[in-house]
Nanobody, 115 residues
């Protein structure tokens, strides 16, 4: 089993920054992909960013150049540095990890961008 704990969400003004963290714990030997997703009210969950075990990254077009995903393998933790935030970035952000062919999800953390 893998448990994920997300942190770092909150409220910020447009143009501001936030850093989300996702710490994985449990009994596992390694994490392949670590991903961040988000779900805004009334919308489907969407993939925001992903990072492989080899640190290859990819991003949704809507966040390219503004968000950066990274990971610390020693801490089994993924990060999402979000900058130049816009009101449309408001959503619940979830992390997921792929371990042994199975995907595990965090509980989500709210990000609100508003003036």
């Amino acid at each position: 089993q893998v448990q994920l704990v997300e942190s770092g969400g909150g409220s910020v003004q447009p143009g501001g920054s936030l850093r989300l963290s996702c710490a994985a714990s449990g009994s596992f030997s390694g994490i392949s992909f670590m991903r961040w997703h988000r779900q805004a009210p009334g919308k489907e969950r969407e993939l925001v960013a992903a990072i492989s075990s080899g640190a290859t990254t990819n991003y949704a077009d809507s966040v390219k150049g503004r968000f950066t995903i990274s990971r610390d393998n020693a801490k089994n933790t993924a990060y999402l540095q979000m900058g130049s935030l816009k009101p449309e970035d408001t959503a619940v952000y979830y992390c997921s990890v792929l371990v042994g062919g199975r995907t595990y999800w965090g509980q989500g953390t709210q990000v609100t961008v508003s003036s």
